[in-house]
């Protein structure tokens, strides 16, 4: 059975609170944990420490899942805003996460936030802000996306799009990092929806949430996703 580290979510200590809410919190959304799942695989939830090579070694792949903003300070940029600030802790974890298992020759899988994550360790930039992407909707905001000629996803499905995509951001990748290639696009305004490694190593990471799509008709299908992430780890 494949074993899947998945980065966490975090939730910082607030002024003010009491209990647990004044601990830092490593936290999972279950429909990740449900996607993964749903194959011959498990779910490992990796908080937050000094150990990334350690987890790279004793596990078969990487999940970035989604989340708060990437710090613009993490690819050379002032905070437009400052509630663009972002989670510098959790961006030097997942970094340090995504560098190991690449190391090890471990497939990476970056979802929404774990899109971005994935440009910004390779070395590349985001817009700060896209606000046609964002909604307060969650998992009822969608937009079509249009697979690249010739991709890695193009291949796996078999159409270029319009497909439908549960895509809820207001960040996106901009200059795209070392030894990427731009799988698909938005097909209203051509903001880049996802992206695949050209080097030894498996990493796709796509913008979209196809942990969301799981009996939704009309949307596109996580599944073929999924599968090829876990059959890159078996390999």
Not at 17 to 32: F, I, M, N, Q
Not at 178 to 184: D, F, G, K
Not at 197 to 217: D, I, L, M, N
């Amino acid at each position: 059975m494949i074993r899947v580290g998945v980065s966490p979510r975090l939730f910082h200590p607030e002024p003010g609170a009491r209990g647990v809410h004044t601990k830092l919190l490593d936290y999972l959304e279950h429909s990740v944990a449900d996607w993964i799942h749903s194959r011959d695989a498990l779910a490992f939830m990796l908080p937050v420490s000094d150990k990334a090579g350690e987890y790279a070694r004793a596990l078969d792949a990487l999940l970035l899942q989604g989340g708060a903003d990437i710090s613009p300070l993490a690819y050379g940029e002032q905070p437009r805003r400052a509630e663009w600030a972002g989670d510098a802790m959790r961006d030097r974890y997942e970094i340090s996460l995504v560098k190991a298992f690449m190391a090890a020759g471990k497939p990476v899988l970056g979802i929404c936030r774990g899109a971005q994550l994935v440009n910004v360790a390779l070395g590349g930039s985001l817009h700060q802000d896209l606000p046609g992407h964002r909604s307060d909707d969650y998992d009822g905001h969608s937009h079509e996306v249009r697979l690249e000629a010739d991709s890695g996803l193009a291949r796996l499905y078999g159409e270029l799009g319009p497909r439908r995509v549960v895509s809820i951001h207001h960040q996106a990748i901009n200059r795209v990092g070392r030894e990427l290639r731009v799988e698909a696009r938005s097909a209203a305004d051509g903001v880049i929806e996802a992206i695949r490694g050209s080097g030894a190593s498996y990493v796709c990471a796509v913008q979209w949430h196809p942990e969301f799509h799981h009996g939704r008709k009309g949307f596109l299908d996580g599944g073929p996703l999924l599968d090829e992430f876990l059959e890159a780890a078996r390999r």
